[in-house]
């Protein structure tokens, strides 16, 4: 039995706490947050620091579920302290401090998504892509740019947020250096210093290019999806809410819990050594899909209109 420590009780913890719950092979031995937002479950210590929470607790595996602006620490600590770590999103809106250091071979940054049907095969062996299109579109109002969310230094923008699910999908099958970027960013909103719609080309060498539709002003269904213009004319697409149907139909889709148990899953696999899976990031293959976001926000033009009927 693997004992899990959970660092950050807030939105994404909880719904860690609900998938871990009917994971097969782990308990959670404890939650680490100075001032959780989600109930923790009865006999599961809560302590406020996630040092203590290390010492004291010897976890097998530690799952982040902290801001970006503090995941990259507790994730560095808790591999130097010999524990298995995963980390969702981004880890950290900086791609500079991704610098190999001691221990980060033991972080996985994965996205739950990724482990949708069909992805492992894509990733495993990646076609020949002309070009890539992720798009994103939800709807986010105000309440939900609160807090952490609300400035970049400890959320990052929309492509961090919301589109790095598609946009790192197809980072990772796509190779090349960045040779051009155009971009739009628009803040119409006024929702502090988040964005509602980001729309970028970025040129790879090679000429492939992946183009970026990513909007939280959207009043439709919401999706986020990813195609994939083959060289030989296929169209591949990972559709859904949230690509959770990956290369199937939609109707079929596994839940977001059976996702994040495929993911835990993963993690405990390499952990016993066994071969990383192919949706798994290593800690340093994250860096490149933060160096196209830095790129897109650097180069982008920004639109700011305020536009209250839009709110």
Known sequence: MKRVLLAGAGE?????LAALAGTPGVMVAGVADP?????????????ASWQAALRSLEPDLVVVAT????ALTVARNAAQAGATVLVEKPATTDPAVLTPRPGDERIFVAFQPHFAPGLDHLLGSPPVV???DVMLAVRRDPGYFRGWRRTYDTAGGVLHQQAIHGLA????IVPGDIE???AEVAHRRGLAETEDRVTAVVTL????TVHIDARVDHSGPAAHELALHLADGRLLQARGRNLEAGLGTPATAPTHEELRRAMYAAVLDAADGRPPHPCLFPLTALRRSLEVIDHVYRDARVVRVTDSAAA
């Open 12 to 16: 994404v913890g909880a719904k860690h």
């Open 35 to 47: 001032a959780p937002r989600t109930d923790v479950p009865r006999g599961v210590p809560a302590l």
């Open 67 to 70: 801001p970006p602006g503090t």
């Open 130 to 132: 002309v070009h890539a």
């Open 169 to 172: 999908l197809a980072l990772r």
């Open 180 to 182: 051009a970027v155009d």
């Open 205 to 208: 060498t090679g000429g492939t």
